[in-house]
């Protein structure tokens, strides 16, 4: 696969994440963050979380930014818009990404029409909260979590609307970028011809609701729409069971398991006839989750494990991170960088193995640091770097 260069506006988490994909392979990705303004420069995310190298790469902004350089361009001074129409140029971008809000493109010069007026082959792709229709509105993944339903379908049935563990709609919306840049370059190899991607993460959320949203015109009741908690709002029993010692998370998704289950001795107990179809099931799901707890209970989480496995029943004990990444189908496929003091840092794996991609990557670069190194490569001379530097259109 041939070597890409990404050069993205960025900051925050939705579009480093899509940017950090393009490092894993292999490709160059440049960051861009602004030069000159007031208070702490760059990405605000470079001072959340705790000190683990220096003051501006803290822990929340490391592992979405390895493997990546660093510039600082102030696109609020035309010589700053000019530098980087010279960078496109220069460095031969293929993609240009960013996700600021969509009413600051054009005065940025950062528009797809200015980007690829002279550029027909870049690729251009934003992500922002609603997509170019609503430029104004601000794109932070727990808002969008309460506006696209993903906070009213998370938590107990009978409690208060919750976030999910992690910020899906950021990472959903930067593999939705992710994806439809492969697709334009596809289109581009046999059209030869860029395009601009607009990914909303209301709209990416909203893609996810596929066993919610269509329910609504079957005429669903209202407790197929909501919370849950840890069940399945379908397949009888799946659920969290204790036992003597944890707990552990079973799903019966056809009858044929819930056969295989009931065949077991000690959940013999929890059959019936009403129970032999998913339907009878649903019929009595308060009682078959207490019958099932009333059985777990009664032994270790390894005893019920050995018996599921055997049965072939999909079951887990329920992993805290600490576990998960000591996971023999995982610990092996961790990406990896080396701190400015030599320390390795572990960080999650790779989405899909690829043969050839780098499973270590450069530590996440400081503000502005590959600045000079990189207008220099898009032919200024050192004078005119220090002189623009001096001028605060570059940092």
Request: charged share 25%; aromatic share 6%.
């Amino acid at each position: 696969m041939k070597r890409r260069t990404v050069l993205s506006m960025e900051q925050a988490l939705s579009l480093p994440y899509a940017t950090l994909r393009f490092a894993q392979l292999g490709w160059r990705v440049i960051r861009i963050e602004a030069a000159g303004g007031e208070g702490l420069r760059g990405d605000p995310n470079r001072y959340i979380g705790g000190r683990v190298a220096d003051d501006d790469r803290r822990s929340y902004f490391i592992a979405p930014n390895v493997g990546k350089e660093a510039i600082a361009l102030n696109l609020k001074d035309e010589r700053g818009r000019q530098l980087l129409a010279r960078l496109i140029r220069g460095l031969d971008v293929d993609v240009f990404c960013c996700n600021t809000v969509p009413s600051r493109y054009r005065s940025l010069g950062i528009d797809p029409a200015t980007l690829r007026a002279g550029h027909p082959q870049l690729i251009w792709a934003g992500i922002s909260a609603m997509g170019p229709a609503y430029p104004e509105a601000p794109g932070y993944d727990p808002v969008i979590q309460a506006m696209a339903g993903y906070m009213e379908v998370t938590g107990d049935r009978d409690g208060p609307p919750m976030l999910t563990g992690i910020p899906v709609i950021d990472l959903k919306a930067g593999d939705e970028l992710y994806a439809n840049v492969m697709l334009a370059l596809l289109e581009r190899h046999e059209t030869g011809v860029g395009k601009e991607i607009h990914v909303s993460m209301l709209q990416a959320a909203a893609s996810w609701l596929i066993t919610l949203l269509p329910l609504i015109d079957f005429d669903c009741k209202p407790d197929e729409i909501t919370r849950a908690g840890n069940e399945h709002r379908k397949f009888i029993p799946t659920n969290v069971y204790p036992t003597r010692d944890g707990f552990v998370y079973l799903a019966i998704g056809s009858d044929v398991q819930w056969r295989r289950l009931t065949a077991i001795p000690k959940f013999a107990v929890v059959g019936n006839d009403v129970r032999q179809t998913n339907e009878g099931r649903h019929a009595q799901r308060a009682a078959i989750h207490k019958d099932m707890a009333a059985v777990t209970m009664q032994h270790s989480a390894e005893e019920i494990l050995a018996d599921l496995r055997g049965a072939t029943i999909p079951a887990t004990r329920i992993h805290d991170i600490r576990q998960v990444r000591e996971l023999p189908a995982l610990r092996d496929k961790l990406t990896r960088t080396v701190m400015p003091d030599g320390r390795t840092l572990h960080m999650q794996p790779m989405a899909v193995d690829l043969p050839g991609a780098p499973q270590s990557l450069g530590f996440a670069p400081k503000y502005g640091e590959h600045t000079r190194q990189v207008l220099a490569e898009a032919g200024l001379s050192g004078p005119q770097i220090e002189a623009l530097a001096s001028a605060g259109v570059v940092s």
